[in-house]
Protein backbone atom coordinates (compact mmCIF):
# COMPACT_ATOMS: atom_id res chain seq x y z
CA UNK A 1 0.00 0.00 0.00
CA UNK A 2 1.68 3.27 -0.67
CA UNK A 3 1.42 6.03 1.63
CA UNK A 4 2.91 9.61 1.55
CA UNK A 5 3.17 11.46 5.22
CA UNK A 6 4.10 15.14 5.25
CA UNK A 7 5.06 16.74 8.19
CA UNK A 8 7.26 20.35 8.83
CA UNK A 9 4.40 22.28 8.98
CA UNK A 10 3.83 25.30 11.60
CA UNK A 11 3.86 28.70 12.44
CA UNK A 12 6.72 30.88 11.10
CA UNK A 13 7.53 34.71 10.95
CA UNK A 14 7.87 36.86 7.80
CA UNK A 15 11.17 36.12 6.62
CA UNK A 16 11.78 33.18 8.10
CA UNK A 17 12.12 29.08 7.17
CA UNK A 18 10.68 25.90 7.34
CA UNK A 19 11.77 22.24 5.78
CA UNK A 20 8.56 20.49 4.23
CA UNK A 21 9.20 16.81 4.43
CA UNK A 22 7.19 14.08 2.18
CA UNK A 23 7.91 10.46 3.54
CA UNK A 24 6.69 7.72 1.44
CA UNK A 25 5.96 3.98 1.92
CA UNK A 26 5.22 1.19 -0.07
CA UNK A 27 6.97 2.90 -3.22
CA UNK A 28 11.01 3.73 -4.11
CA UNK A 29 10.12 7.20 -4.33
CA UNK A 30 13.31 7.71 -6.56
CA UNK A 31 11.71 6.18 -9.12
CA UNK A 32 8.90 8.87 -9.44
CA UNK A 33 8.38 12.15 -10.54
CA UNK A 34 7.36 14.36 -7.51
CA UNK A 35 5.86 17.35 -6.81
CA UNK A 36 4.58 20.05 -3.72
CA UNK A 37 1.11 22.05 -3.88
CA UNK A 38 -1.05 24.34 -1.95
CA UNK A 39 -3.91 25.33 -1.27
CA UNK A 40 -5.88 28.29 0.60
CA UNK A 41 -9.34 28.15 1.60
CA UNK A 42 -11.62 28.99 -1.52
CA UNK A 43 -9.34 28.52 -4.17
CA UNK A 44 -7.60 25.80 -6.11
CA UNK A 45 -4.66 23.65 -5.25
CA UNK A 46 -1.86 25.47 -7.20
CA UNK A 47 1.43 23.77 -8.49
CA UNK A 48 4.14 25.03 -6.59
CA UNK A 49 7.48 22.53 -7.25
CA UNK A 50 7.94 19.55 -9.31
CA UNK A 51 11.27 16.92 -8.80
CA UNK A 52 12.15 14.75 -11.57
CA UNK A 53 13.19 10.98 -11.22
CA UNK A 54 16.48 11.96 -12.77
CA UNK A 55 18.40 15.64 -11.89
CA UNK A 56 15.84 18.44 -12.91
CA UNK A 57 13.60 20.57 -10.71
CA UNK A 58 10.79 23.01 -11.75
CA UNK A 59 9.04 26.11 -10.02
CA UNK A 60 6.28 28.17 -10.15
CA UNK A 61 7.06 31.62 -10.25
CA UNK A 62 5.81 32.90 -6.59
CA UNK A 63 8.41 30.83 -5.27
CA UNK A 64 11.56 31.14 -7.31
CA UNK A 65 14.64 31.61 -5.61
CA UNK A 66 12.99 30.55 -2.33
CA UNK A 67 11.66 27.51 -2.39
CA UNK A 68 13.85 24.54 -3.11
CA UNK A 69 13.06 20.66 -3.64
CA UNK A 70 15.16 17.72 -3.04
CA UNK A 71 15.46 14.31 -2.33
CA UNK A 72 16.66 11.74 0.24
CA UNK A 73 16.81 8.33 -1.53
CA UNK A 74 18.28 6.91 1.57
CA UNK A 75 15.17 7.88 3.72
CA UNK A 76 12.64 7.89 0.71
CA UNK A 77 11.69 11.06 1.46
CA UNK A 78 11.04 14.23 -0.48
CA UNK A 79 11.89 18.14 0.90
CA UNK A 80 10.46 21.49 0.13
CA UNK A 81 13.00 24.04 1.76
CA UNK A 82 11.10 27.15 1.76
CA UNK A 83 13.02 30.60 2.38
CA UNK A 84 12.23 34.17 2.78
CA UNK A 85 8.60 33.04 3.83
CA UNK A 86 5.71 35.71 3.15
CA UNK A 87 2.06 35.74 4.45
CA UNK A 88 0.48 34.68 0.89
CA UNK A 89 2.76 31.41 1.60
CA UNK A 90 0.23 30.67 4.05
CA UNK A 91 -1.60 27.26 3.06
CA UNK A 92 -2.25 23.89 3.31
CA UNK A 93 0.86 22.00 1.88
CA UNK A 94 0.59 18.93 -0.31
CA UNK A 95 3.01 15.95 -1.31
CA UNK A 96 2.07 13.98 -4.83
CA UNK A 97 3.80 11.28 -6.16
CA UNK A 98 2.68 7.85 -7.57
CA UNK A 99 -0.40 9.09 -8.29
CA UNK A 100 -0.91 9.28 -4.27
CA UNK A 101 -1.43 12.42 -2.30
CA UNK A 102 -0.73 13.13 1.07
CA UNK A 103 -2.82 14.45 3.93
CA UNK A 104 -0.84 17.93 3.78
CA UNK A 105 0.32 20.05 6.67
CA UNK A 106 -0.59 23.73 7.30
CA UNK A 107 2.28 26.30 6.84
CA UNK A 108 1.43 29.66 8.64
CA UNK A 109 3.66 32.82 7.76
CA UNK A 110 2.11 35.89 10.23
CA UNK A 111 3.66 38.10 13.27
Known amino acids: QVQLVESGGGLVQPGGSLRLSCAAS????????VAWYRQVPGKQREFVAR???????IYADPVKGRFAISRDNAKNTVYLHMNSLKSEDTAVYYC?????WGQGTQVTVSS
Open 96 to 100: NGAGQ
Open 26 to 33: GIIFSRYV
Open 51 to 57: IMSGPGT
